[in-house]
């Protein structure tokens, strides 16, 4: 998964939010408020279109999507298996 | 508090229910098999209406589109009955829901007849149901108060939501009369529920505006507007567009989204709703004219 990749995610979350400069690699992005429950579904959307397929959200592995490491190093690094559907 | 007119119509509505009582299991005649060519949904309640898309996609791409949009209403109504059937379990027959609770009885077996008859659709002419996108943990609102009318003023929006489609689909003679019926037969059961919701979001609020709290009610009249923008968005799914067969999906419902044309259709759907809460003093204008300026 490219570097450029990661960068939408952050931009996408700066855009959502113009008091803030940076997000850190380790930073919460729902305890900082950077997204919450209603702009959750948004987001997941998004990482489903960079990812190219179907991302399965259950209460044992949305920690991944909580922070942007976790979101380059687990959900989008991720290759489309038994839990992932492709959009091919 | 007097609470004389909130007994009187539940009185009612539990008689109401106990009259209309009907086994979901047997309500349907289930076909075989919908063929995909045919509208699935009114073409008028489509995430396409009023755009070019309407107007330039062939009527076969419209028609499969009808048949996953239609999917998607319902696998939305499966997971937002899931919520609901979780928070009012969570507050039957504890204390500060005395009064309501002979009739969250009705409502937790009629939402539990139409998960069912909602999934059946589902998994039998779509092959599946669409998952939910909501975050699994929400951040809990430790104001029990707060949550409490939270939680059933999201109720009373989402079910609004789907009432507006299931009043149109359910009289609308292009659709299959099995989906005419599975719409109409949730919106006989539905009014109940509303009417119930706007007395129960009314009483719970209450509390809250005496509190003189002006931060508290900014904080919930902006998370209700953009509850109302987030429960239209979920209509827009980029893998109902996919499986229609519309390429770059996830470009076509961003596209959709900012398409001023849709602007009248959201504000169609939640007029009610929105009228209500604004009478209530609970929200503060419609989520949908900021959209436009």
């Not at chain 2, 209406?49 to 589109?65: C, F, Q």
């Not at chain 2, 997971?79 to 204390?95: K, M, P, Q, S």
């Not at chain 2, 009318?149 to 009432?163: G, P, Q, S, T, Y």
Request: aromatic share 10%.
């Amino acid at each position: 998964m490219g570097a450029d990749v990661i960068e939408q995610v952050r931009s996408w979350l700066l855009a959502r939010n113009p008091e803030v400069s940076a997000i850190g690699w380790d930073e919460d992005l729902i305890d900082s408020r950077l997204i919450d429950s209603l702009d959750f579904p948004q987001l997941l959307l998004l990482l489903e279109e960079l990812a190219g397929r179907e991302l399965e959200l259950t209460p044992e592995n949305v920690v991944a999507f909580r922070t942007l490491r976790g979101i380059r190093d687990r959900v989008l690094a991720a290759s489309p298996g038994a839990d992932a559907v492709s959009h091919e | 508090m007097d609470t004389t007119d909130v007994v009187e119509t539940l009185d009612k509505l539990v008689a109401d229910s106990t009259d209309h009582h009907y086994s979901p299991y047997t309500r349907f005649d289930w076909v075989d098999e919908l063929a995909e060519e045919q509208w699935w949904m009114t073409p008028d309640l489509l995430t396409v209406a009023g755009t070019r898309h309407a107007r330039e996609l062939d009527e076969k791409v419209l028609m499969r589109l009808s048949k996953w949009e239609s999917v998607n209403f319902f696998s939305l109504n499966i997971h937002g009955i899931r919520e609901l059937l979780i928070e009012v379990t969570r507050r039957i027959h504890t204390r500060g829901f005395e009064l309501p609770s002979e009739f969250f009885h009705r409502f937790l077996g009629e939402e539990n007849g139409h998960m069912w008859f909602f999934a059946q659709f589902c998994l039998r002419y779509g092959g599946k149901i669409y998952p939910d996108k909501s975050l699994p943990v929400a951040t809990a609102e430790e104001d029990a108060a707060v949550a409490n009318f939270l939680v059933f003023a999201r109720i009373l929006v989402f079910e609004e939501l789907v009432d507006h489609f299931n009043i149109r689909m359910g009289r609308d003679a292009l659709l299959h009369p099995l989906i005419r019926e599975v719409n109409q037969v949730h919106h006989d059961d539905e009014w109940r529920h509303i009417i119930m919701g706007r007395k129960l979001v009314g009483l719970l609020y209450e509390p809250l505006r005496e509190r003189g709290d002006r931060e508290l009610r900014e904080r919930l009249d902006l998370y209700l507007r953009r509850y109302i923008t987030a429960s239209v968005q979920s209509l827009y799914n980029p893998t109902a567009y996919r499986d229609a067969g519309i390429p770059e999906a996830f470009a076509f419902r961003e596209e959709l989204l900012r398409d001023p044309a849709r602007v009248a259709h959201h504000e169609t759907f939640f007029k009610r709703v929105i009228r209500f809460l604004v009478s209530q003093e609970i929200i503060t204008g419609s989520p949908f004219r900021e959209a436009v300026t």
